[in-house]
């Protein structure tokens, strides 16, 4: 909030002012304003309230800067797992400077929209996927390559080395600046049809999938019919039969609560999802040195954040699902590999070879 004052704060109120009114009468005033010991003791007690309430006036209250965090999720998801750890860490880290104003559930747009308004400076900061950060700078698909990351080990490794930290420092060149790699987990599918246990169950499935050619391109080679849609409409899709499932991580799969709407889940674990978070550049280059390295620091806490979520309901979200009646199963992992691979020379063409492999082979 800009400007605040605090109200406790005296300003000159009315008894101030009325008391800064008050001048010496004559020897005939009542006894308060005789030359007395004790009336001269009053009077300088006097002065010196008033000489406090000047300065307290006159004391400037350090202004609170309000900032917009957008994201698609719930405040109960690993977004915002983030985002809180985000608004806690710069909390401390600017000695209360900033205040975080969350915008869950899209409520300022779909992920598109939002990196528009960050570009533009309508919005101050979000937490994405790739999904959508894909159409501003294309490198960050390469992550979106189905069957690239053994496990969240390799793929946080990955995040955190040079090729991830390269990738971000592309950002500010598209208008917007990239504080750190968050993480969403692998992706599952859910469906209203049947259990997905090879390609050949998942052939004709309608599948919602995000903007996301690299994404797409793996689905039709498997045979399934890619719908991309906006997320907040996924729900009234999902109810009116528009599509028969979508794919999620399991940390979305549970804040979403999508036991309510859909009956299969099959362990897939076809596509690790980074997650970003992103801040508008029109507040970013306002700041000192030691505000952006305050930042900075929010962003890798907020990642972390959304590590620990994803780690918990890996272990938790599995259980929960069934205990709501969801069917899961696991699926013939090598068959759907072996599936997607006819697409492959199209994203050696796309990210070069040299990368992908470099990002298959890290240890």
Known sequence: MRGYRDPKVNTGGPDVLAMANLTPTPPSAPSFFRDTPMNTFRFSRWLLALGAAGVLAATPVAAETTLKMAYALSTDSHYGAGARAFADSLDKGTSGEYQIKHYPNSALGGEREVIEGLQLGTIDLAIVSTGATVNFVPDTGVFDIPFLFRDLTHARKVMD??????????????????????????????????????????????????????????????????????WPEVATALQQGTIDGQENPMSVVVSAKLWQLQKYLS??????????????????????????????TAGVESARAMRAFVDNVEREGLEKVREEGMEVNTVDHAAFVKAVEPVYPQYYKQFSQDLVDSIRNMQ
């Open 267 to 296: 362990l897939t674990s076809h596509v690790y999802g980074p997650a970003l978070v992103l801040m508008s550049p029109s507040v970013y280059n306002g700041l000192s040195d030691a505000q952006k390295e305050a930042f900075k």
């Open 161 to 230: 080395s040079e090729i991830g930290q390269n990738l971000l420092a592309q950002f500010p060149k598209r208008g917007l600046v990239a504080l750190a790699w968050g993480e969403q987990g692998f992706r599952q599918m859910t469906n209203n049809v049947r259990p997905v246990n090879t390609p050949a169950d998942a052939r004709g499935l309608k599948i919602r999938s995000m903007e996301n050619p690299i994404h797409i391109a793996a689905f039709r080679e498997i045979g399934i019919l890619a719908t991309p849609m906006a």
